[in-house]
């Protein structure tokens, strides 16, 4: 069907509630349906959450250098995400997938108080430990947070 332009005007700043709904759940199902991301991005989030959590056990003036690779390492990982789907969520912005990233957020406090336990008191090498433990539940967390979003998604389609 032919519009004239006055016409596709009108319906593409004002349509009708059927076709704006319809709209709607098109994008969302498109959202979701085409999230297929390979493991290298896991292996490369939890070497990034790894550095992050770890950076402060280890001896200066290493912590801020391994700091801002991990940033940049994060900030890189949000470009190839938008190059790759053409947006970005952020982790606290749905509902419930929300409670998800404040979950990762206390365990990964956590596992920066081991760190620091082990730079100040414990055995000098828990910060390997804790960028182990912050590599896996990273993996973890990122995985149980893009079920409870897509499931969030889904359910405001029904």
């Not at 770890?54 to 890189?76: E, I, K």
């Not at 910060?127 to 889904?154: T, Y």
Request: one cysteine or more; proline letters at 6%.
């Amino acid at each position: 069907m032919l519009l004239s332009k006055s016409e596709s005007e009108k319906t593409m700043t004002n349509p009708n509630p059927e076709d704006a709904l319809a709209m709607i759940e098109e994008a969302r199902a498109g959202a979701t349906g085409s999230l297929k991301y390979p493991i290298g991005y896991d292996i490369l989030y939890g070497s990034v959450c790894a550095l992050l959590v770890s950076a402060q056990g280890l001896p200066q003036p290493w912590p801020m250098p391994v700091l801002a690779v991990a940033m940049a390492g994060l900030v890189w990982m949000i470009m190839a995400w938008r190059r790759r789907f053409g947006w970005w969520v952020s982790g606290y912005s749905p509902d419930k997938a929300r409670w998800v990233a404040f979950a990762m957020v206390a365990v990964f406090l956590g596992l920066i108080a081991l760190t620091l336990y082990g730079r100040h008191e414990g055995p000098k090498w828990l910060f390997l430990v804790s960028g182990g433990l912050g590599f896996v539940a990273s993996i973890g967390g990122s995985r149980l947070w893009m079920r409870v979003w897509r499931s969030e998604l889904n359910a405001g389609m029904k």
